[in-house]
């Protein structure tokens, strides 16, 4: 069924991937009529409306060529790689296996030990496998060109974790500022949904350390490295209050690799919601505040460079991300910057900077030495 009868005026932009109808509907039609309800189902594509000064519009797009082949084999073995590692890293967290890299090019002394880590490693890329599908799915569900995830494996030593994370390619440019917004915030809020639980039934098995130990001086969320020195991670609002819900009257936790996992969530959260580049974040702003976003950036930059002072990660991310955006900190334009945002994606902008406050830790990491009792 044809949409023209049901239009007033149209423009029609042709991308590489798909075509973009930019479409003014007739007033008799704009309830949407059942006339046109019934056409939209018909359409071979996605559909949605934008509400603006000369009347109501709709926004069509289909398929403009075959869907890019993907090579799943490579996100497979990614996949693959990176559970291997992040297993083995928690095997390392969970003490099963040494930290000591004599022992890890020597795989007999710890293949039998290595599924320890699968507490850690599980949900660990179950937050990250969420994150990047909240991005996945809200872009092809706007018929977005993108690339399914792909996971960064990393040695356990030095990268303890045994991941560099993971991310996906959009592989075109958005249609406008509603698409911008609705991508950058699903992989926040999937990744946060999914964290928030692990986090919390992480840190009610991880292990109270009490003064009677001769622990007095020690509190917080503790890792333990075979002893002193150990690793302590800092709060944010949500880790501090979840930490009081799950482990109550527990001044101190010696963490579970669950909990673990689950803090990663919220610390990957925190660092994709800073409004820097083409970071989550900067989407997110950039679809709220265009003209600000850039300033915003700048500011934000400069003041986790400052934090660095206490935490050298806040260094190296700035200069990754500086890298990766070919040290350009702005935001590149969406193909119809004028179409206005609608008051629910400015409700989901609040709502993803309030989830940057509750996950941000100022100083997130650091060695200090303890007496261990572990």
């Given at each position: 069924?044809?949409?023209?009868?049901?239009?007033?005026?149209?423009?029609?932009?042709?991308?590489?991937?798909?075509?973009?109808?930019?479409?003014?509907?007739d007033?008799?039609?704009?309830?949407?009529?059942?006339?046109?309800?019934?056409?939209l189902r018909?359409?071979p594509?996605?559909h949605?409306?934008s509400?603006?000064?000369?009347?109501?519009?709709?926004?069509?797009?289909?398929a403009?060529?075959?869907p890019?082949?993907?090579?799943?084999?490579?996100?497979?073995?990614?996949?693959?790689?990176t559970?291997?590692?992040?297993?083995?890293?928690?095997?390392?967290?969970a003490?099963?296996?040494?930290?000591?890299?004599r022992v890890?090019?020597?795989?007999?002394a710890?293949?039998?030990?290595w599924?320890?880590?699968?507490?850690?490693?599980?949900?660990?890329?179950?937050?990250?496998?969420c994150?990047?599908?909240?991005?996945?799915?809200?872009?092809?569900?706007?018929?977005?060109?993108?690339?399914?995830?792909?996971?960064?494996?990393?040695?356990?030593?030095?990268?303890?974790?045994?991941?560099l994370?993971?991310?996906?390619?959009?592989?075109?440019?958005?249609?406008?500022?509603r698409?911008?917004?609705?991508v950058?915030?699903?992989?926040?809020?999937?990744?946060?949904?999914?964290?928030?639980?692990?986090?919390w039934i992480?840190?009610?098995?991880?292990?109270?350390?009490?003064?009677?130990?001769?622990?007095?001086?020690?509190?917080?969320?503790?890792?333990?490295?075979?002893?002193?020195?150990?690793?302590?991670l800092?709060d944010?609002?949500?880790?501090?209050?979840?930490r009081?819900?799950?482990?109550?009257?527990?001044?101190?936790?010696?963490?579970?690799?669950?909990?673990?996992?689950?803090?990663?969530?919220?610390f990957?959260?925190?660092?994709n919601?800073?409004?820097?580049?083409?970071l989550?974040?900067?989407?997110?702003?950039?679809?709220a505040?265009?003209?600000?976003?850039?300033?915003?950036?700048?500011?934000f930059?400069i003041?986790?460079?400052?934090?660095?002072?206490?935490?050298?990660?806040?260094?190296?991310?700035?200069?990754?991300?500086?890298?990766?955006?070919?040290?350009?900190?702005?935001?590149?334009?969406?193909?119809?910057?004028?179409?206005?945002?609608?008051?629910?994606?400015?409700r989901?902008a609040?709502?993803?900077?309030?989830?940057?406050?509750?996950?941000?830790?100022?100083?997130p990491?650091w060695?200090?030495?303890?007496?261990?009792?572990?």
């Open positions: 069924m044809s949409l023209t009868r049901f239009l007033r005026a149209w423009r029609t932009i042709p991308l590489r991937d798909r075509e973009v109808v930019d479409a003014l509907v007033p008799a039609h704009e309830g949407p009529s059942a006339e046109l309800a019934a056409a018909a359409w594509g996605s949605y409306w509400d603006e000064s000369d009347g109501r519009h709709l926004v069509l797009t289909q403009a060529a075959p890019t082949r993907e090579a799943w084999g490579v996100h497979g073995l990614l996949f693959a790689a559970l291997f590692t992040t297993t083995l890293a928690g095997a390392i967290i003490g099963a296996v040494p930290d000591d890299p890890l090019f020597h795989p007999g710890w293949i039998r030990d599924p320890a880590g699968l507490s850690f490693s599980l949900p660990l890329l179950a937050i990250l496998l994150h990047e599908l909240g991005h996945y799915v809200t872009a092809r569900r706007y018929d977005l060109d993108v690339s399914p995830p792909y996971f960064l494996p990393a040695p356990p030593i030095p990268v303890w974790i045994g991941t994370g993971a991310f996906i390619r959009l592989r075109t440019v958005l249609t406008d500022r698409q911008l917004i609705d950058g915030a699903a992989g926040p809020i999937a990744g946060f949904l999914v964290a928030l639980p692990v986090l992480g840190l009610a098995h991880s292990t109270p350390i009490l003064a009677s130990n001769g622990a007095s001086g020690i509190h917080g969320m503790i890792l333990w490295f075979g002893g002193a020195p150990a690793a302590q800092g944010s609002l949500v880790t501090l209050l979840v009081r819900v799950a482990a109550p009257g527990a001044t101190a936790l010696t963490m579970h690799p669950m909990a673990l996992a689950g803090w990663l969530g919220m990957v959260t925190t660092l919601l800073l409004p820097i580049a083409q989550d974040g900067g989407h997110i702003l950039f679809a505040l265009p003209r600000w976003q850039e300033r915003a950036a700048r500011a930059w003041g986790i460079m400052l934090l660095g002072v206490f935490w050298v990660g806040w260094l190296i991310w700035g200069f990754v991300v500086l890298a990766l955006s070919r040290g350009r900190l702005g935001h590149p334009p969406v193909l119809d910057a004028y179409r206005p945002l609608p008051r629910s994606r400015r989901l609040w709502v993803s900077l309030v989830l940057f406050l509750v996950t941000f830790a100022p100083v990491f060695i200090r030495e303890f007496v261990s009792i572990a």
